[in-house]
């Protein structure tokens, strides 16, 4: 369970620091009602939205770090044998790259006011994420080809198990996508248009860093670098 | 994130008006319906509807612990099927969805003076989707085989084996199908929750302001965000197991003979994503109750919260411990000593912050001008309750007592009074305390002081002799104790009393429920402010609110929710919204 400790961790220090902000040593039953008084804002100057995606992140975060925890503690017994990645899955990374840096164009351009960039970043966007889809579908076709079905060993099970639950996310955020690109074409106002292309980046980048720690965990490069923090601790 | 601006600056501009969905049809103002009120009493019908399902399952198994031998119908798979349900339905399907969905919605924007959720469509979704859940989770009972007697904690192997109840047929499927639906829904709601006690607060409501029933949600919800994803994990990881055959949690198992095609898994692997999720759902279910009964005791004691600050910090801080604890419901699992000494201690430390609560609600009460109304009566009952059950939790939580423990009655008196009975307690107060806020009129005050000595009394004349009966050794669990050592006469007859008064007090809520409805046509008119309580909901110009709660302009704040006997003040409460400063003699505390 120490994945999950280790990000709980980082949630803790990242709401201490933000209750530390929030005057938490005042004592309201000193402060006498005048105008004076009122202290604001009340809420951050971020967009509730924003806001909003930033703690759903923080659960799909905590999910995908329990994962890691069940992996690394089921690869611990001795019926473990890892399978070989296939070779795709580089591709497939190198995709979803792309769509991220696709999403970061379309959310600087949409700064700017250039929605013909908008319209590009938020169509490369959604056309390699589905790409990146199509290629994780592919890579599970080579292994049950090969004959490492989700059954025969629960390393197989895990790398579909953990693929499948980060393809739906990708497939939920490409809903949002469609339909912010369905607004980029239909004029919606530029302000809400420029906030959903942020939020859309921001889920991107996300789920991104969540490919790339799962590739290197189904890789196997984290178990040894866990193994090495652990040597260093003990 | 958030700048923090002095005290002195120049107030910033109106915090923006959030747009309100206006809703055009009986259908979208009622039923599918955007406001938070709406949504809330929605939750908390349905979350009332099947509690009453799972107190029908309590009184089956009293029957049978209490007469067995009697009840043909009652076989050993059928009392299974109770246990189980009753267990999961009353601490997700009721508490967690009464506390956070119900008064949750109701209260939070209310109480911070906002005119809705941030994300009112989202938290719609969030409601139907839980509706959902509780119906795939009543749909097994009709099922063939019935639901799933695996015990609440569906600990595999043996939850999805033939021997149990609903292992190979459709009970397990149903149930985690249904915890699934339950956590994604949740979710959405909880995002709201947080981010509207983030984003929505009106002027001067700082988060320092904030009544503390709202602090006790909000971090509840934070801790709920952030631990329903292990029962998530573990919930898809079984289906697997059950469905696709996979091995996450299955060892090799030979069943009647035959070689199941698992193989390797750890069962143990279940049993930390599942406490990983459970221990703090105990808070997550106290620390709401916690908050109300904070307010509940300051209005109805007219004076102002003892130690607010170390309330909020305590509340904070249990939020965080309650993380580390949960290997304690595993002690019996064996694991390395080293490992239960470090939880037994992490254990024993939330006792701190828990008793500091404990003696400020005291304190609180200390020369206070205590009026026993019916929701004081049920506040004082909780921490009673709580101290009761929490002492109990003392001998628990310690590895060596909790041993020879663990498999007793004596665990099953320890968590119902401390995560059935107290909160609960809180949730009958709070209805008494808010339902003239919701409806306009107050429930019938004899109704409900029979209600609560009726069920206060009834729970102790439950849940004590379930205690002893624990420590003569009677073990849970299981279906029928015949001709047995720790079985004396004795055990026997406490069984039976136990059995008759949890019939009663079953009984007395329907008393309850029929004061719920009675009073809505025939109950005294409340007025606006019943209570002459300080926070916001009840200074709203319309009772019951309006959409929109607060009619054209939001309320702004100056003073924190407990202003109660001010000295020099005209009134002996002063309303949160109200300006104005009042020479006081308060010393700093």
Known sequence: MSVILVFLLVIVGFAGWWLSHQRLMAKPWLEQGVIGDIIGPEGSTLPTAKIGLGVFLAVVGCLFALFTSAYLMRMALSDWQALPLPRVLWFNTGVLVLSSIALQCASVAARRGQIDTVRLGLVTAGLTALAFLVGQLVAWRELTADGYLLTANPANSFFYLITGMHGLHILGGLVALSRTTAGAWNGAPPERLRLSVELCAMYWHFLLFVWLAIFALLAGWAATFIEICRQLLT | ?589
């Open chain 2, 1 to 589: 994130m958030v700048d923090i601006t002095p005290a002195d600056a120049v107030p910033p501009a109106e915090v923006a008006e959030m747009e309100l969905y206006h809703p055009h049809s009986w259908w979208t103002k009622y039923v599918f319906s955007q406001d938070a009120k709406v949504i809330a009493i929605q939750y908390s019908a349905t979350a009332t509807a099947i509690g009453l399902v799972a107190l029908v399952l309590s009184w089956l198994m009293r029957l049978q612990l209490g007469f067995p031998g009697t009840f043909d119908f009652i076989s050993p798979e059928a009392y299974y099927q109770f246990i189980t349900m009753h267990g999961m339905i009353m601490v997700i399907y009721l508490l967690t969805a009464l506390f956070l969905g119900g008064f949750g919605n109701y209260l939070i924007p209310l109480m911070v003076g906002a005119r809705d959720m941030v994300f009112p469509y989202v938290n719609m979704l969030s409601y139907w989707i839980y509706l959902l859940a509780v119906l795939v989770l009543a749909s097994s009972f009709f099922a063939p085989g019935g639901p799933t007697g695996a015990g609440w904690t569906l600990y595999p192997p043996q939850a999805i084996m033939t021997g149990t109840p609903g292992g190979q047929d459709w009970g397990i499927i149903l149930m985690l199908v249904s915890l699934i639906l339950f956590i994604i829904g949740f979710t959405m709601g909880g995002l709201n929750y947080v981010v509207t006690v983030l984003q929505a607060r009106t002027r001067g409501m700082t988060l320092m302001r904030l009544p503390l029933t709202v602090w006790g949600i909000f971090t509840a919800t934070v801790m709920a965000l952030l631990a329903f994803p292990a029962l998530f994990v573990a919930c898809v990881m079984m289906l697997f197991d059950r469905a696709l055959g996979t091995s996450f949690f299955m060892p090799a198992i030979v069943e009647m003979g035959e070689q199941l095609q698992h193989g390797g898994g750890s069962p143990i692997l279940f049993q930390h994503l599942f406490w990983f999720f459970g221990h703090p759902e105990v808070y997550i279910v106290a620390l709401p109750a916690f908050g109300i009964v904070s307010d509940l005791i300051s209005t109805h004691a007219r004076k102002n919260i003892f130690g607010y600050r170390m309330m909020v910090w305590a509340i904070v801080g249990i939020g965080a411990l309650s993380f580390v604890v949960w290997a304690h419901h595993m002690y019996v699992s064996g694991m390395h000593p080293y490992f239960g000494f470090f939880f037994a201690t992490t254990t024993l430390i939330i006792a701190v912050p828990t008793a500091i609560k404990v003696y400020n609600w005291v304190l609180t009460l200390w020369r206070g001008d205590i009026h026993l109304t019916v929701p004081m009566l049920f506040a004082l009952a909780f921490i009673v309750t709580f101290v009761n059950g929490g002492l109990t939790g003392l001998f628990l939580g310690n590895v060596v007592v909790d041993v020879p423990l663990s498999d007793t009655m004596f665990v099953v008196a320890h968590f119902h009074m401390v995560m059935g009975v107290a909160p609960i307690l809180v949730i009958f107060g709070a209805i008494y305390h808010w339902y003239p806020k919701v409806t306009g009129r107050m429930l019938n005050e004899a109704m409900g002081q029979f209600h609560f000595w009726v069920t206060f009394l009834g729970a102790y004349l439950i849940f004590f002799p379930m205690h002893y009966i624990g420590l003569m050794g009677v073990p849970r669990r299981y279906h029928e104790l015949t001709a047995t050592t720790v079985m004396t006469e004795s055990a026997h007859d406490l069984n039976a009393f136990i059995s008759i008064m949890a019939f009663i007090v079953g009984f007395a809520q329907i008393v309850f429920l029929f004061n719920l409805i009675w009073s809505i046509r025939h109950g005294r008119e409340a007025g606006g402010n019943p209570w002459r309580a300080t926070t916001l909901e009840w200074q709203t110009p319309e009772t019951p609110p309006a959409h929109g709660n607060f009619g054209k302009e939001l309320p702004i704040v100056y003073r924190w929710a407990y202003d109660y006997s001010v000295p020099g003040a005209k009134e002996d409460f002063i309303p949160q919204n109200m300006p104005g400063s009042f020479e006081s003699s308060r010393e700093p505390a």
